[in-house]
């Protein structure tokens, strides 16, 4: 099928990551076919919480902030307060830290199979 369409998808609800103190949501929307170079795609997000989400990428990833915002850090301590608009991109093997002061919504794509994350 040369073209999938998933109509209003920011609206899916998204399932809970399950990380205690966290509340962490993300679901992958939408997947590749090639299995030597599998990409997906699906939003993430992420609620003002007692615990921060540290997350620790097995595959590259980029992000857009489709709505509020997020407190995004890496192990070398740069840390930056990402808003609507801005986009990031997780190297394979870096590990991410990630809070909201409300809530924030990203739209990924991953380099990686579907339900993999």
Known sequence: M???FVEQAIKLELP??????????LDDVIASTDP????VAGFFRMEKSDTPLEYHYHY???KIIV????????ETGQQVHAKVGD???FEKGST????SPNVGIGFFCGQRLEGDA
């Open 67 to 74: 709505q509020g915002e997020m407190l995004i850090s890496d």
């Open 36 to 39: 030597e170079k599998t990409i």
């Open 87 to 89: 986009v990031l991109y």
């Open 96 to 99: 991410i830290t990630f809070q």
């Open 16 to 25: 809970s990551m399950n990380k205690p103190g966290s509340n962490a949501f």
């Open 2 to 4: 040369p073209m999938k």
């Open 60 to 62: 590259d990833e980029m």
